[in-house]
C-alpha cells in the first residue's frame, strides 16, 4: 500500500484547509486510516482515525470539533478538514493506514501544514 498525502500549505489562523490522503492498492474493510502529525520540535501525535468500512471516526481532544475525518471509498483517498486554524496546528502531517487493524503499516510522506498568526 502507497500512501499520498496532499493539501498542505500557508493559511492564516481562523482558516480552513483540507488535506487529502490517496491509497493505492488493497484496503481492506478491516482498514483503519489514521492522521497524524509532528511540530517542529514535538514529538508526533495522534489526530484522529476512520475505520474504512462503516467511515466511524475519533478525534484527540486538541481537535476535536475543528477538524473531520471522511472518505471516499471509490477514490480510496481520506479527507481532513480542518476549521479555525491555529498557529499551534502548524505541523507536518501524516496518513497512515493499519491494513488489517491494530498498528498503523504505512505511511505516507507528510505535507507541511503552516498557521501564522
Known amino acids: 500500500v502507497q500512501l499520498q498525502a496532499s493539501g498542505g500549505g500557508l493559511v492564516q489562523a481562523g482558516g480552513s484547509l483540507t488535506l487529502s490522503c490517496a491509497a493505492s492498492g488493497r484496503v481492506f474493510s478491516s482498514s483503519v486510516m489514521g492522521w497524524f502529525r509532528r511540530a517542529p520540535g514535538k514529538e508526533r501525535e495522534y489526530i484522529g482515525n476512520i475505520y474504512w468500512s462503516s467511515g466511524s471516526t475519533n478525534y484527540a481532544d486538541s481537535v476535536k470539533g475543528r477538524f473531520t475525518i471522511s472518505r471516499d471509498n471509490a477514490k480510496n483517498t481520506v479527507y481532513l478538514q480542518m476549521n479555525s486554524l491555529k498557529p499551534e496546528d502548524t505541523a507536518v502531517y501524516y496518513c497512515?493506514?493499519?491494513?488489517?487493524?491494530?498498528?498503523?503499516?504505512?505511511w505516507g510522506q507528510g505535507t507541511l501544514v503552516t498557521v501564522s498568526s
Open positions: 497512515a493506514v493499519a491494513v488489517l487493524g491494530g498498528s498503523y503499516d504505512y
